[in-house]
């Protein structure tokens, strides 16, 4: 076993998330190497799968409010066309209490479609880290630099060379081996290194290390057996390999690079043509539409930039939700979206009546509050200590916190007086 660890990423939000991603993913890669499958590639495509499995739940919630978005539609531009222009408070709250009874009618969220988007950003952040240095979350993978870790540092100078391969591999990574003193710390730096070498780099790596040559020959051997897919290492970038591949003329190598964005744009696409998609003649099915053109563009250029491992993963995610939705296109079709619309419209009385409740026992703490204060007026009228008591308790009721009990029972209050002191008037 290794006598060093690694670092891992230690971000508030995202370490924990990318430790945990890493432990299920070592898991993963230790059950398929006791079947003689030691490969990383089969370990991500594995780990998406139960990833978007698990996700399921929530594109079923989803795909749900999409299909009932395009049936309410109607009813929704019916309520925006009837208030269209009015701007005053009356108008805005009666619209927005039919909104939400047309809503709660059909039983979905305003932010129901945004809750897998937000679960999926942090756990795609979380998998760069955990691809970027996959050494850093799979014990196997560490233990293959073991041998070649101890006898670097065991090297005289070892510390000026590494730096000096460092600065000439130009490599994405946090190395200082001139001015840290710390083994570990040391060890970390020389496995980050050499686990992102090129071809190149470790030639280069032999030649700085001459009585390594063997150490370093088997080390690269184990790597490119488990941490390629192909001929493409899954730690490095698409844009590097195809670089690294033009200064060496390698163009088959540059053709299996290219075509990670090419797939990944073209499931991605699938994807969302298989997807229930709103009219496109109104606002939001126009935009829409230009989302679902620059999503998988976006996805197109940002694959030459992260982690080969990472546009792995992209691309088993676009073919897992291909199957999902695809299963999921023949179950909405046999729904019967009119049944479900009558369950929630029972559900949406429901909580019209709770809500009628609630503004009853306010509108009654209101009429208590108001006949509480007539009496208290009435009897500091013949009491000047108990009139200054009335005082104090008035203005502790105009200064109420906003929202509370008291603020709420204030405004019923000042209602009343403001429709008696109306009618006092006209009678007079």
Avoid at 144 to 168: D, H, K, P, R, S
Avoid at 224 to 252: E, H, M, Q, R
Avoid at 303 to 313: D, E, H, M, N
Avoid at 325 to 346: T, V
């Amino acid at each position: 076993m290794s006598d060093f660890v690694l670092t891992a990423y230690n971000g508030a939000i995202l370490g924990p998330i990318a430790k945990g991603l890493g432990w299920i993913m070592n898991g993963i890669y230790n059950f398929f190497n006791l079947l003689g499958i030691n490969n990383i590639a089969v370990s991500i495509i594995l780990l998406t799968v139960i990833i978007y499995m698990a996700l399921f739940p929530f594109t079923y919630r989803q795909q749900k409010f999409s299909m009932l978005s395009m049936k309410m539609r109607p009813e929704l531009t019916a309520i925006q066309n009837k208030y269209k222009g009015k701007r005053d408070q009356q108008s805005m709250m009666a619209m927005q209490e039919e909104t939400q009874v047309l809503y709660d009618k059909y039983g979905i969220s305003p932010s129901g479609s945004c809750i897998q988007l937000i679960i999926q950003m942090p756990i795609f952040f979380a998998l760069y880290r955990v691809f970027y240095n996959i050494p850093a979350y799979l014990q196997s993978v560490k233990d293959i630099f073991t041998n070649l870790v101890n006898g670097i540092t065991n090297t005289a100078g070892w510390q000026t060379t590494m730096q000096n391969l460092y600065t000439q591999q130009k490599l994405n990574v946090a190395a200082d081996f001139v001015n840290t003193t710390d083994p570990t710390a040391l060890k970390n730096f020389c496995i980050d290194v050499t686990y992102k070498l090129s071809e190149s780099g470790w030639n280069d790596l032999r030649a700085a290390f001459p009585d390594l040559t063997d150490v370093i020959t088997a080390t690269q051997g184990k790597l490119a057996d488990i941490n390629y897919f192909g001929v493409l290492n899954l730690s490095d970038t698409v844009w590097n390999i195809i670089t690294a591949s033009a200064k060496i003329g390698a163009v088959g190598i540059i053709i299996c690079a290219v075509l990670l964005p090419v797939v990944s744009y073209a499931t991605q696409m699938i994807n969302i043509k298989l997807m229930p998609s709103a009219s496109q003649g109104d606002q939001m099915g126009r935009s829409m539409k230009i989302m679902n053109l620059i999503m998988p563009l976006l996805s197109f250029v940002i694959a030459f930039t992260v982690p080969v491992g990472l546009t792995i993963y992209w691309i088993t995610g676009s073919v897992t939700r291909i199957v999902q939705q695809f299963l999921l296109n023949r179950h909405f079709n046999k729904m019967d979206l009119d049944d479900i619309i009558a369950k929630n419209k029972e559900k949406a009385d429901r909580k019209r009546e709770k809500r009628g409740i609630k503004r009853e026992q306010l509108i009654a703490a209101g009429q208590i509050s108001t006949r509480r204060a007539t009496l208290s007026e009435r009897a500091a009228m013949a009491d000047p200590v108990k009139q200054e008591e009335m005082e104090i308790q008035e203005t502790e009721r105009r200064n109420a916190p906003a929202g509370s009990m008291t603020a709420k029972a204030n405004m019923v209050w000042e209602f009343n007086h403001k429709g008696k002191d109306t009618s006092e008037k006209r009678e007079g």
